[in-house]
């Protein structure tokens, strides 16, 4: 599952596009809540990284829900999703999560991570022309198995946190050489916090997904705090059975650390 290819070329990518300090400083809040992970974050100001386990952070793990980000800009950029508003009927197989249970537009499919949307979403678009955007992107390895609407939960396509973040950042500073409206429109539905009053500004997606019988847990995304934007990446990885808190751990301790790093509102921590 896991292969350290990555860090190499993705650091020296952001190492010419300027300057960049590679620190290991943050404090180990994955260790702490009893979890095997590893977590970076770039400073896009400071063309700084931290990291919590840098090596770790150059290993590739399947995708899973993270993968719905780029799911979304092809689809809007091909044209079979037509805005956030874009419907899809509910095929009325009962899931185990309610929400999943309904019509879902993209905006509401994001928010709940709704599979089957996004499913269906690839079956639309094709493999030959999802090839196409994982190669523009240089997303992970790139590789799409069988399914075309499994590869991202079945191990064929993996990516590393540095490539999670390269492709975040070029989605930031619009450097994925799709549309200015795509890219805000994915921008508006991975928001989860926002205070336009200070400029705080969370977008960030989740992930889950089950391989050689261990679950990893992804929380990626940007973070705009008190005139500075980092983007960062967590994923965590623990054997059956889950704990209880496994979903809303990956998201508290992302938020504890950017905390502690200055890039996350401490009185925001409870909410």
């Known amino acids: 599952m896991r292969k350290l290819t990555a860090a190499i070329g993705i650091l020296f990518l952001l190492l010419s596009a300027g300057s960049i300090s590679a620190q290991n400083s943050a404090k180990d809040i994955i260790a702490e809540y009893g979890y095997i992970g590893s977590f970076a974050v770039l ?76 499913q269906e979403l690839a079956r639309r ?21 069988d399914a075309v609407d499994m590869y991202w939960v079945d191990g064929s396509l993996q990516i590393s946190q540095l490539e999670q973040i390269e492709f975040l950042r070029k989605l930031y500073q619009n450097e994925l050489k799709v549309s200015e409206r795509t890219t805000e429109i994915v921008k508006e539905i991975t928001t989860l916090e926002e205070d336009k009053e200070t400029g705080f500004r969370l977008m960030a997606k989740t992930g889950w997904g089950n391989f050689n019988d261990l679950n990893y847990g992804w929380f990626v995304g940007i ?32 938020k504890k650390i950017l905390s502690d790093l200055n890039y996350y509102p401490k009185d925001k921590l409870s909410k």
């Not at 899973?64 to 419907?87: M, Q, R």
């Not at 022309?129 to 390895?141: A, E, H, I, M, V």
Request: net charge neutral.
């Open 125 to 145: 678009i094709g493999k030959e022309t999802s090839q196409k955007y994982l190669n523009d992107f240089q997303y992970g390895n790139m590789k799409i198995g």
């Open 223 to 254: 973070c705009e705090y008190n005139g500075r934007t980092a983007v960062f990446a967590l994923n965590i990885e623990t054997a059956d059975p889950v704990p209880g808190t496994f979903l809303q751990d990956r998201i508290v301790m992302s």
């Open 43 to 118: 400073d896009l100001q400071k063309g700084e990284f931290q990291y919590i386990n840098k090596e770790r952070c150059s290993e590739r793990f399947l995708p899973a829900s993270t993968y719905k980000i780029p799911n979304a800009i092809i689809a809007l950029e091909t044209g079979v999703a037509t805005g956030k508003d874009f419907t899809l009927k509910w095929d009325g197989v009962k899931r185990s999560f309610e929400a999943h249970n309904q019509d879902q537009t993209l905006q509401t499919a994001m928010k709940y991570s709704a599979l089957w949307y996004f």
